[in-house]
């Protein structure tokens, strides 16, 4: 499925974040942490989804399975270090 289609098919899901999601990330924001997000999804899907929910102000830093060699095959995708 092309990133285009993915992002169509969740346009169409009736979806919502877990229940209590977004006022953890709220917290975790009003105390002053950063956070940041690895996926094995592509960059555009994260994008859609993270803006459907309103939600991609809380991540600093973004990492897709795209950015990184061997993608979610390489734990080191998970590990990967971020200059904040």
């Known amino acids: 499925m092309q990133e285009s289609e993915a992002c169509k098919v969740i346009e169409g899901a009736d979806i919502n974040p877990i229940d209590g999601v977004i006022e ?20 555009e899907v994260i994008e859609y989804i993270l803006n459907k929910f309103r939600c991609r102000r809380h991540f600093r830093t973004i990492v897709s399975g795209y950015d990184v060699e061997r993608g979610n095959q390489n734990l080191i995708f998970f590990w990967r270090q971020q200059e904040f």
């Open 24 to 43: 953890l990330m709220d917290s975790i924001e009003n105390n002053k942490l950063v956070m940041g997000l690895a996926s094995s999804s592509s960059i």
